[in-house]
C-alpha cells in the first residue's frame, strides 16, 4: 500500500519576534553561580565561582562566540541560559521577556536550544536517531507521525539520508554523524536560538569543517542566532561576529571579533592568542606567553583574578576587581585596570581616550 | 529504487529497526555457557510445574521398611529419604516451593526497589535522602539476620519467608537502581530532554528507564541464587515451609541426620539448590556481557 | 652513516575478537638520532597503536603483528619479558595523553621516579631520590623539592604532565613516544609544554616521535611528519614539505579545511565522508572514496608508494606524475 499524501504543513511555528530587530535576544544580567563544596563533616566549606556577575547580549542573527580554558565557566552559563541549573543571582532575558514572568517555560525551552560537546552522551542509547530527534517534537504535542515526519526532513537538511539513518542507534554512526543528530534534534523546536557548546571539539579536522559549514547554512535557512562555545580559537574566529573571553567565572574582554583579534585589550586575551600554534614553521614560539596553570576556580584570587599570572601586575590589581570598560569606543571592552582611566595602574590611559596601541606595543 | 519522492518517503511507514533488546537476545542466545544454564533452568522449572502428570511417586508417602535407600535403587533412581519418600519425586515437587521462593521475592523487590531507585536518583535533594537513608537503615543488619528476624516476627510459613525476603532483597536493589540511576541522569541526553521542555514523568519513562533497567536486570538476577539459599536457610531453621511439605532447604534439614548412614542422598537437595544458583549466576554474567553492546 | 634508531619495515597490526580490525596496514617508518617526527593522523588512522606496536604494549591476546619493528638494533618483536622490561624506560619512553591515568595515584611522584631510577640503573634510595629532584627541576616544576612529595591527583593537569614526562626521562632514554601529551591541556599550558618538550629534546639529544591529530601542533614541535590514514602512511616529509606543498590528496585537504586564517563566512572547504571502517585488509587506495583525483586504478589496486626524494615519499597515483598537484 503507497499512500503519497502532500506534504504536512508546517507544525510547530518558530516563536514570533516579540521586540522587533532592535531588542536582543539573549540579554544576560549580573548572571551568577557559585557552587558549595567539600562542606563536609568538620571540612571547611568552599566556594567554587563558576560564573561570577557575567552580563553580555546577543542580537538578533548574530552569532557570539564564548572562548576560555577549562574552569572558566563557559560551560556553566550554557546551562544556566537553558535554565537546565538554577542560578544564584542574574537576569535572563530572552526576546525582552523572562521566564516566568510573561514567557512560559514551555515556550522558552522551543525558542532556546543546546547541542553538547560529547555526541554519544547527549543522545539516549536505546533511542534510534528517528526517535531521539521526534522526541522534543512529541513533547510539544506534536502526532507521533507528524513528529517522525518532520525528524525524517530535518535528518536531511542535516545531511543524513533518513533511510539510511532513521531507524540506526547511535553507537552504529560515526562522531560526525552523531554531531548532525544532535543538530536535528536541537532544531526539531524550531528554535531561535541555538547553544553550541564545544559541538565541534571533539570531532576529527576534516570533519570538524563540515559540520561548520552545515552550521553556516543551517542559520542562514533558519534564520538562526548561535552562542558559539569553543575552546579553539580559530574556529571562534571563523564563526563568530562578537567574542566573549571569560576567565575564571568572569567576562574579562568583549568586543567583535576582528577588534579583539587585531588588538586585545586584556593580557589574558593576548596569552591566549599567543598561545594557539603558529602554522607557519619558520614562525615557532619561542616563547609561552604566560606560565603556569589556570588557577583553581574554588576561591579564585581577589581583586582582578588574572593577578596572579598576569605581567603586569601593580598592587592595585590585587585589591581592586577591575569593571568591564570600554576600549574604544562602545564596542569593544576589557575588564582590565590598565583600560580604565585612572585606575591606578602605572599603565592605566590618562586621559578618558586611551590609545590601544600602547597597551598592545607594551607586549614582549 | 531508493530515489523515492520526498513525500513518499514521509507517507511511507515507519521500519521498526531491530530494537536494543533484540540485538542482546541474539548476542545472548550465542553465548554457549548461558544457553546451557538456560536449558537446565527450564527443565527444572517444566519439571516442577508438571510434576503431577509426570508419573512419578507420591512425594508424601513413605514408608519404613525402605527408608533410606541409595542413589540407583531399582524404582527409586535417586534413592529414598529418611522417611522412605521417594526422593527424585520430592526433589521435582520440592522445586515447585523453592523457586518461587527464591524467585518471587527478587520479582517483587526488582518491581519497588527500581521505582525507589528511580526516584532517588532521578529526583534527587531530600526524596534522595529520605528514601536512601531509610534503605541505610535496613543496611546495618546482615542479610541473614534481617531474614531470620523478621519471618521470625512474622511466624513461619511460605508467604512470611516471601515477605521477610522481599524486604531483604529491596535496599539491595534500590542502592544499585539509584547508583545506575544517578550516572544516567548525568548525561548530556537527559539534559537534551529537560531542555525540550519534557516532564518529569516522561523522562523517566522515555529516557531513563531503559537505560538502567538493563544494569538492574542483571544484579536481580545474581539475586535469585541468594534468595535460593535464604529461602533454604529459613526452612533449615524450620521458620519457612513445614514438614513434610518438600522443599530444598527444609529436606537439607531433615535429610543431616542420615548424613552419615547416605551421603548421597542426604547431599541431593544441596546439589538442586547449588545447580539452580549457578545457572542463575552464569546467566547474570551472560546477560551482562550480552547487554554491553559496544563492544 | 649509522643504521636508523626506529626501523619499522612493513609493519602490519591486526585486531582479532568479535570484529576484526586492520588497524595498521603496511607502515614503514625510520627516525635518525636527535630527530623528532610528528605521526599526523585522525582518530583511527593508525597512529597510536603504531606507537604501542613500537613498545610492545598491545594485548597479546588480540593482537596478530606482522613486519619487523627494530630499535637501536634489538629486534622489538622477538624480545623476551625480561629484555623487554629493560627496554621500557631504558631505551624507550612514553608520554601519554591522560596523566591522571598513567601515574599511579598512590605512591608520590617523588616515589615513582626513584622506583623507576632504582629498577632500571640499580641506584641506591638517595641517589634515586636525588634523580628524582633534579628531573623535576629538569621539567620547571615550581619548588620542586616540595613535589617530590606530592601526590598525582594534588597537582594541575599541566604540573601532572611535567611530572609524567620527568618520570618518563628519568632514565634518559634514546626515544621518547609522546601519544596526544598536549591534547587534554588548555592551549595556554598546551604551548608551555610543547615548549618544554622542545628543549627537553634540545639538551638530551634524544629522538621522539609525537603523535598528534592537531597539524598546529606538529608544526611547533617536529622536523619531519609522517601523514597516516587508515592504517597507511600517505605522505612523509619535512615539515615544511608537508605544510607547504603536500602532495597526497589527504593531507593536501587537511591543510586546506583548517579554519585558521579562513574568511568568516566564506565557506571552508572539506574533504567529503568518513574514513573507512578497518574490517578489511585495504585492497586499493583507502582514500579514494573520498578523493577529488580519484581515477579507476586507485579503486583498483592498491597505490604506490613513490619516493621523491630521500625521506620523502607519497602513497598516490599523483605523485608519479613530475607535476605537482597544487
Partial sequence: MTLIEPLPEPILEPLADIGGPAQPLLDVKNLTKHFPVGGGFLAEKKTVRAVDDVSFSIAKGETVGIVGESGCGKSTTARLLMHLMPRNAGEILFDGETVGGTLGMRDFRRGMQMVFQDSYASLNPRLTIEDSIAFGPKVHGIADRDARALARELMDKVGLRPEVFANRYPHEVSGGQRQRVNIARALALKPRLVILDEAVSALDKSVEAQVLNLLTDLKREFGLTYLFISHDLNVVRYISDRVLVMYLGQVVELGPVDEVWDGPAHPYTRALLAAMPALDPDQRTQEPPITGDPPNPIDPPAGCRFHTRCSFFEPVCAEVCPALSPVAGGAHSAACHMVIPGSGHSRAPQSLAPKAGDIAGATP | ???????????????????????????????????????????????????????????????????????????????????????????????????????????????????????????????????????????????????????????????????????????????????????????????????????????????????VLGPIFVYATGLISVSMILASGLSFLGLGTKPPEPEWGLMLNTLRTAIYVNPGVAALPGVMIFAVSICFNMLSDGLRSAMDIRN | MNAPLVDIRDLTIRFTGERTVYAVNGVSLSLGEGEVLGLLGESGSGKSVTMRALMRLLPKKRTVISGSVAVAGQDVLAMDDATLSAFRGRTVSMIFQEPALALDPVYTIGQQIAESVKRHEGASHATATARALEMLELVRIPSAKRRLDAYPHEMSGGMRQRAMIALALACKPKILLADEPTTALDATVQIQILLLLRELQREMGMSVIFVTHDIGVAIEICDKVAVMYAGQIVETGTLGDIVRTPRHPYPQGLLASTVHGARRGARLQTIPGTPPSLDQAPAACSFAPRCAHAQQRCTERLPPDVELAPGRTVRCVLAENPVPAS
Fill in chain 2, 1 to 211: 529504487m531508493s530515489a523515492t519522492s520526498d513525500a513518499a518517503l514521509q507517507a511511507a511507514p515507519v521500519q521498526k529497526a531491530r530494537g536494543y533488546w533484540a540485538t542482546v537476545g541474539r548476542r545472548f542466545s550465542r553465548d554457549k555457557v548461558s544457553m546451557v544454564c538456560a536449558a537446565v533452568l527450564l527443565a527444572i522449572v517444566l519439571a516442577a510445574i508438571f510434576a503431577p502428570w509426570l508419573g512419578l511417586a507420591d512425594p508424601y508417602q513413605g514408608s519404613m521398611i525402605r527408608r533410606l535407600r541409595h542413589i540407583g535403587t531399582p524404582g527409586y533412581l535417586l534413592g529414598t529419604d529418611e522417611l522412605g519418600r521417594d526422593m527424585l519425586s520430592r526433589l521435582i515437587y520440592g522445586g515447585r516451593l523453592s523457586l518461587l521462593i527464591g524467585i518471587l521475592p527478587v520479582v517483587l523487590a526488582f518491581g519497588i526497589g527500581t521505582s525507589l531507585g528511580l526516584l532517588a536518583g532521578y529526583l534527587g535533594g531530600a526524596v534522595n535522602t529520605i528514601i536512601m537513608r531509610t534503605i541505610d537503615v535496613f543496611y546495618a543488619f546482615p542479610s541473614v539476620l534481617l531474614a531470620i528476624a523478621i519471618s521470625g516476627v512474622l511466624g513461619a510459613g511460605v508467604v512470611n519467608s516471601i515477605v521477610s525476603l522481599t524486604v531483604v532483597f529491596v535496599p539491595q536493589i534500590t542502592r544499585v537502581a539509584e547508583s545506575v540511576t544517578t550516572s544516567v541522569r548525568n548525561l548530556d541526553f537527559v539534559d537534551a530532554a529537560r531542555a525540550s521542555g519534557a516532564g518529569a514523568i516522561t523522562i523517566m519513562r522515555v529516557h531513563m528507564l531503559g537505560n
